[in-house]
T-cell receptor, first 115, second 114 residues
Framework: DTGVSQNPRHKITKRGQNVTFRCDPISEHNRLYWYRQTLGQGPEFLTY????????KSRLLSDRFSAERPKGSFSTLEIQRTEQGDSAMYLC?????????????FGQGTRLTVV | SQKIEQNSEALNIQEGKTATLTCNYT??????LQWYRQDPGRGPVFLLL?????KEKRKERLKVTFDTTLKQSLFHITASQPADSATYLCAFLHGSGNTGKLIFGQGTTLQVKP
């Protein structure tokens, strides 16, 4: 297992189009996070999963955003009707959540540019 | 609401000096804090975790302290090197039981000059 993998690494799309990103976490990790990061800011929480259950979705996230983690394995993040303000780096992280919580491992991110 | 704040101004220091970065939090009492390093265009990489019952933790040239009274964590890099130049993020798990989520500060950029 080589770590958290995100695809694609870069995505340029026209405003109004839908985009989907994929995240493959470390296989034994039960927790998966999605974050959005813009220049000069820290990762902003979007949503997270414990196994296949989506436990929380940020209130800042509009209903154009949806995430899934079927069977508790890989996850997808879809943005519908993209807007220029959606341009950012989208980061996925996974961790093993247990009695002694451990660190999160991040993927390289998907950089989205909406033109 | 819960907040985690880091100094948004970049920290510029000379090689060999000790860099000290600050992380403050409000309206919450996390069980632990984590520190990450992020290089441009890459995802954050975990460095250290410190629990609320630990005052200090060290790893090689890194040292983290956690003051639950001041609601503050300090991150030190001793004998800094130009390769330490990066953005450093603090984070904590917000929530309890099975539903905590990891939230981050905005990060502080460190520039170490040779």
């Amino acid at each position: 297992d080589t770590g958290v993998s995100q695809n694609p690494r870069h995505k340029i799309t026209k405003r109004g189009q839908n985009v989907t990103f994929r995240c493959d976490p470390i296989s034994e990790h039960n927790r998966l996070y999605w974050y959005r990061q813009t220049l000069g800011q820290g990762p902003e929480f979007l949503t997270y999963f414990q196994n296949e259950a989506q436990l929380e979705k940020s209130r800042l996230l509009s209903d154009r955003f949806s995430a899934e983690r079927p069977k508790g394995s890989f996850s997808t993040l879809e943005i519908q009707r993209t807007e220029q303000g959606d341009s950012a780096m989208y980061l996925c992280a996974s961790s093993f959540y247990g009695p002694l919580d451990t660190e999160a491992f991040f993927g390289q991110g998907t950089r989205l540019t909406v033109v | 609401s819960q907040k985690i704040e880091q100094n948004s101004e970049a920290l510029n220091i000379q090689e060999g000096k000790t860099a000290t970065l600050t992380c403050n939090y409000t309206n919450y009492s996390p069980a632990y804090l984590q520190w990450y390093r992020q290089d441009p265009g890459r995802g954050p990489v975990f460095l250290l975790l410190i629990r609320e019952n630990e005052k200090e933790k060290r790893k090689e040239r890194l040292k983290v302290t956690f003051d639950t009274t001041l609601k503050q964590s300090l991150f030190h890099i001793t004998a800094s090197q130009p390769a330490d130049s990066a953005t450093y993020l603090c984070a904590f798990l917000h929530g309890s039981g099975n539903t905590g989520k990891l939230i981050f500060g905005q990060g502080t950029t460190l520039q170490v000059k040779p």
